[in-house]
C-alpha cells in the first residue's frame, strides 16, 4: 500500500476537489479526511489568562497543619514502612 498526501477542498455543495498527481493507477483507494482550521475548539486549552499577584491561590505545608516538614516526611516514610512491611527500605 502507498501513501500519497493531497491538499484538497470541500466545497459548499459537499464535494471533494483535489488534484492528483500524474501517473496514478486506476483502482480503488481510500480518502481519509483531516479538517484544517484555523482555530481547533482544543487550542482554548491552551491559553493562558494570567490572574494579578493578589488574586493567586498560595499554600504551603502551614495550610496542611504541619509544622516541620522533615518531621512529617520521616512520619510518612516510617508509616509507609510498617504498611508494606520492613524490606521496602
Known sequence: MVTITLKGRITDDGRLEVELPAGLPPGDVDVVLQM????????????????????????????LDIEDSTKWVDEQRRKEQERRGKWMY
Open 36 to 63: 484544517i482550521d484555523d482555530m481547533n475548539e482544543n487550542d482554548n486549552l491552551f491559553v493562558f489568562e494570567g490572574k494579578p499577584l493578589g488574586e493567586l491561590e498560595t499554600g504551603g505545608w502551614e495550610d
